[in-house]
């Protein structure tokens, strides 16, 4: 065998291994955080012009939709591949979300704004895990969000909800549209 | 040691490199396969059915409902021969490996070792 059959084999090999993880992406990461980021811009600009009762409700669909929505499209991912090691990090992301929540209003009850900078930042703390370990697009988002998060937070409560909705949900946007587009 | 001709031919190549490239103990439903590597029904059932019978790949056929889902995972062997095939290839890259007939594949059957025989997709 030529080398240069031998380099046409590994480039092929490359590109298949680029094909399998830009399909993974696109399909559970890109859905997802094009959902959050609709459901953070909307969510945070609305609670900004409802009544306080109204805002609740908001978020409780929008939570609710961020939930439904990736869970679809990573359960309709995870029939065409069907992955022990897919199903071991979901099922640790709804195990860290639900723990998040509780420490959230537990510590945090009568503060929203901070209980949501320390769910924001942690979920982001998530992203940047994750980007270290499989895409560093993750890593990149995460470290925005989390800036952007604690610039809003020490900048006061409007301009964190702002922040937060407009930056942050815009970069989860972007990002996943990004994914999605680039695979 | 020879080139293994059963995963040097390009379109097995990809279908190992593809599962290979996927955590351990997952299974790919036929489908994906099918769209990831833009085969066509036929194509991609001959080359499973050979790499099944080579015993590097594993078909499981169950129904959803009504209709027939066939999954695909590499097995241990499968994995083991694919790393193999690479580990040749870089040593051969790296010089570390004479270019004469020692590399040559395995099987001439659909490989001419030039690289023509890499087009039977």
């Known amino acids: 065998m030529h080398p240069e059959e031998a ?3 590994l480039s092929t090999i490359s590109e298949t291994e680029r094909a399998v993880r830009r399909a993974s992406l696109r399909w559970t990461l890109a859905p997802t955080l094009v959902t959050w980021g609709i ?3 909307a969510g945070y600009l609305g609670s900004l012009v409802l009544e306080p009762s109204r805002g609740t409700t908001l978020w409780t669909v929008l939570v609710a939709a961020g939930i439904a929505i990736p869970f679809g499209t990573n359960t309709w991912y995870g029939r065409r591949v069907r992955s022990p090691f897919g199903r071991k990090l979901a099922l640790s992301w709804m195990v860290a979300m639900f723990y998040l929540f509780l420490w959230s209003f537990l510590l945090f009850p009568r503060d929203p704004i901070l209980a949501s900078f320390f769910l924001v930042t942690a979920i982001m703390a998530g992203y940047v895990l994750m980007g270290i370990w499989l895409t560093r ?5 995460g470290g925005f969000v989390t800036t952007v998060a604690l610039l809003g937070y020490l900048a006061g409560p409007l301009a964190f909800v702002l922040a937060v909705g407009l930056a942050g949900g815009g970069a989860l946007v972007l990002g996943g549209l990004w994914l999605w587009r680039s695979a | 040691m020879p080139v293994d001709d059963l995963i040097h031919q390009p379109t097995r190549l990809q279908l190992i490199a593809a599962l290979a490239a996927l955590s351990v103990d997952t299974e790919v439903e036929f489908t994906y396969l099918r769209d990831l590597l833009r085969l066509t029904d036929g194509n991609l059932a001959t080359h499973l ?4 019978e080579a015993g590097y ?3 499981r056929k169950t129904f959803v409902g009504r209709k027939p889902r066939t999954y695909v995972a590499l097995t241990p062997r499968g994995r083991l021969a694919f790393a193999e095939y690479r580990a040749t290839l870089e040593r051969l890259l790296a010089g570390r490996w004479p270019t004469s007939s020692s590399t040559e594949v395995s099987d001439s059957s659909d490989q001419t070792g030039d690289g023509k025989g ?3 997709r």
């Not at chain 1, 697009?137 to 988002?141: D, E, G, Q, R």
Request: hydrophobic residues 60%.
């Open chain 1, 7 to 9: 380099a046409a084999a």
């Open chain 1, 39 to 41: 459901v953070w811009i």
């Open chain 1, 137 to 141: 697009p993750l890593a990149v988002i």
């Open chain 2, 49 to 52: 059915s050979r790499l099944e």
């Open chain 2, 57 to 59: 790949v594993r078909l």
């Open chain 2, 118 to 120: 890499r087009s039977d």
